[in-house]
């Protein structure tokens, strides 16, 4: 069973210019001369962190992690003007373009999954590879699972905590109270929100860290910009992802879907799998959302050495 990589630093890091107010923080790693992969992160809003490098042999891969606009280092935090997935798009074409890459290999999960199969499909020719782990489709009813009736019934008490969060206990209410003029409401909304997205995503490893009180002012602005692009429906048409996979056949990709994820539940990894018969689709039976525990790392860097394998043979 693989583990992961040895920790680097970066060889270089520099903030993209974007035309607006957004500068894109971005860092290489590895080494300059390898395959050119890109790590996706997911949210929107959560940001990188350096042992994402450590998905990818350092001998074999450039890799490029960034953090989307307005999250992690990039500035200003929490920005949501200008700030929209076509926005993300072209900010990865032009990091693939100020680092002279023909082709980049996709690597992602979560929201990030998302990012890479539109970029994929806006921009085919650039993309050498994909590894998408944790499917999300970024459909009315992916999110309805969240918010609504799904995951609320794995976890129905503390459901009723994010409900009762809300005025009226209407979940309708979660986008705007979340810019109310009332401080108190706003913290108390963030810290639900934190609670029961997290808890979700972790299941029961997950403990409460914190009281409304002590949220601070960059926990709302991330609160603020992850449910911004969802009450947007992530800025796209109704099932756009699963309708425009047609030009993706030919592109080599692995799909990696844990069988407990309760943030993106397995029949959207299916629904993708079946929209790209030619992919490899590998269902982790004792794994959950997040990128982590054995069997999830072991798939997610044999995955990428197996890629390598096959874009060094080309």
Known sequence: MKSLYPEIEPF?????????????????????????????????CSGTR???RCF?????????????????????????????????????????KQLNFSQWLLFSGSW???????????????VSGMIIRGVFLARQQDLDWFVREGASRIYPEQY????????????DLLYTTLWS??????????????????????????????????????????VRMELNYARNHYFIKENQILESCGQLQNIPAIIIHGRHDLV?????????????????????????????GEQMIDALVSAGDQIATRLANE
């Open 12 to 44: 270089n890091i520099f903030f993209l210019e974007t035309g607006s107010q957004h500068q894109v923080y971005v860092e290489q790693s590895g080494n300059p001369e390898g395959i050119p992969v890109v790590f996706l992160h997911g949210g929107p």
């Open 50 to 52: 350096s042992g994402q």
């Open 56 to 96: 990818f042999d350092p001998a074999v891969y450039h890799i490029v992690l960034f953090d989307q606009r307005g999250c992690g280092l990039s500035q200003p935090f929490g920005e949501l003007e200008n700030n929209t997935t076509q926005d993300l798009i072209e900010d990865m074409d032009a990091i693939r």
């Open 112 to 126: 990030g999954s998302a990012l890479a199969l539109l970029y994929a499909q806006q921009y085919t020719e650039y």
């Open 160 to 171: 009723q905590c994010l409900l009762a969060s809300l005025p009226e206990q209407n979940i």
């Open 181 to 222: 003029d009332d401080e108190r409401v706003v913290r108390k909304v963030t810290q639900a929100w934190m609670h029961w997205s997290s808890l979700v995503a972790v299941g029961e490893d997950y403990q409460k860290p914190f009281e409304p009180e002590a949220v601070s002012q960059k926990m709302i602005d991330q």
């Open 264 to 292: 993106c539940p397995l029949a959207a990894g299916y629904s993708l799998a079946k929209a790209l018969p030619n992919a490899e689709y590998k269902v982790l039976e004792h794994a959950g959302h997040i990128a982590e």
